[in-house]
Each structure stands twice: as structure tokens, then as C-alpha cells.
């Protein structure tokens, strides 16, 4: 079993809509969690932490779930600038990421 | 938010020689990582720094990699006698105690 397994994606939607990412890590001793963002051939870039009651940033939105080691990001009203690749990143210790799912947000 | 830098930002080797990865952190952070990513493949931590001294370090981390910070600023990456499935992006970052990490932009390192 992964890590930290991810929708495999692609995801292909319009300029406005919600997408939803899901994640599930294997660690239950993880501590921490993080969504980053990666551009084609650049470096990740932190999105958001996640915290077990729940974040909101603008809008992204992120979930944790302990119990069922599942980890969530929502965008809504999604931009042409989301699109990216999407990583979950677990932590306990050393940094785990997901392999990414690939966004794609279209006129 | 000041940018982590990495030099340099490519670097190609022939198999078997040495490389050292150069990474220049924001000041007041304590912790540092590396990472690697090949081509087309996930993020893979590599090792963390804390206090000078490697925290933890991952199963890829083996005797062919070493890290310093020889001048207390400076982060660097050593790896010797590359090999071909060494070539990757190579990532340092540097991170707060709650773990969040800000990235540098990478050196592409091929072994030829």
C-alpha cells in the first residue's frame, strides 16, 4: 500500500467550477498535513496545512479526517491560474508526498 | 515572503564524479530538508537538518549522500560517485517547527 495515495487524476474542468481532491495516508502516527501546489518543472509551493477541524483559505478548503486517514482539498469557483498539480503531504517526522493529482482548469 | 535559492541551477556530471548541491536558506529557520524528484515521479525526502545534525533521513539516503552547512549558512548536498539514476531535481527547503516548508527552485541534476 502507498504512503500517501491521491485521485490519479487528470482533472479537466471549466473556469468556475468546484473540484474536490481526495487523499489517504497509511501512517497513523502522521502528525501533520499539507496541500502544496506544483507548476510544470517547478519547485512545490505551499497551498495550505490542514487541521483536524476543518480550514478554509479564500477558496480552498481543506478536511482531515483521522479516523479514516483521509484528507481533502476543495476549490471552488476554480481559476484558469489553479491549474497545477495538486500534492498531499503527510508528516510525522519526514515529509511524505503523494504522487499528485493534475489539474486542469479550461476557458 | 523572501525565496530560498539554489545553485546551480543545472549541473551535469559524468558517472562516478562528485556533486555538491548549493542551497541558501531564509534566515531564522532551523530546519532544512532535501528532496529529490526524477522525472515524471513523486517528491521524495531525502534528509532533514535540525541544529546541524540530520534529524531523519530516508532509505535513499545511504552512504552516497552526505549534507553540511559548512558555514552556517550554506546548505549543501554531496553526492559522490554519481551514478545515471541519480539525474533528477533536486529540492532543498527549509521549515518551520509546525512543518511547513517553503521550497527552493531546484538544481536539475543529469548524469551522463
Known amino acids: 500500500r502507498k504512503e500517501v495515495e491521491q485521485d490519479p487524476g487528470p482533472f479537466n474542468v471549466p473556469e468556475g467550477a468546484t473540484v474536490a481532491f481526495n487523499c489517504t495516508y497509511s501512517?497513523?502516527?502522521?502528525?501533520?498535513f499539507f496541500w502544496y501546489r506544483q507548476d510544470c518543472r517547478k519547485e512545490p509551493k505551499l497551498l495550505m496545512s490542514?487541521?483536524?477541524s476543518g480550514n478554509e483559505d479564500g477558496r480552498f478548503t481543506a478536511q482531515l479526517n483521522r479516523a479514516s486517514q483521509y484528507i481533502s482539498l476543495l476549490i471552488r469557483d476554480s481559476k484558469l491560474s489553479d491549474s497545477a498539480t495538486y500534492l498531499c503531504?503527510?508528516?510525522?517526522?519526514?515529509?511524505?508526498f503523494g504522487a499528485g493529482t493534475r489539474l486542469t482548469v479550461k476557458p | 515572503e523572501p525565496e530560498v535559492t539554489q545553485t546551480p541551477s543545472h549541473q551535469v556530471t559524468q558517472m562516478g564524479q562528485e556533486v555538491i548541491l548549493r542551497c541558501v536558506p531564509i534566515s531564522n529557520h532551523l530546519y532544512f530538508y532535501w528532496y529529490r524528484q526524477i522525472l515524471g515521479q513523486k517528491v521524495e525526502f531525502l534528509v532533514s537538518f535540525y541544529n546541524n545534525e540530520i534529524s531523519e533521513k530516508s532509505e535513499i539516503f545511504d552512504d552516497q549522500f552526505s549534507v553540511e552547512r559548512p558555514d552556517g549558512s550554506n546548505f549543501t548536498l554531496k553526492i559522490r560517485s554519481t551514478k545515471l539514476e541519480d539525474s533528477a531535481m533536486y529540492f532543498c527547503?527549509?521549515?518551520?517547527?509546525?512543518?511547513?516548508?517553503?521550497f527552493g527552485p531546484g538544481t536539475r541534476l543529469t548524469v551522463t
Open positions: 527547503a527549509e521549515g518551520t517547527a509546525t512543518y511547513e516548508q517553503y
Open positions: 490542514v487541521y483536524s
Open positions: 501512517n497513523s502516527a502522521s502528525q501533520s
Open positions: 503531504v503527510v508528516s510525522g517526522g519526514d515529509m511524505r
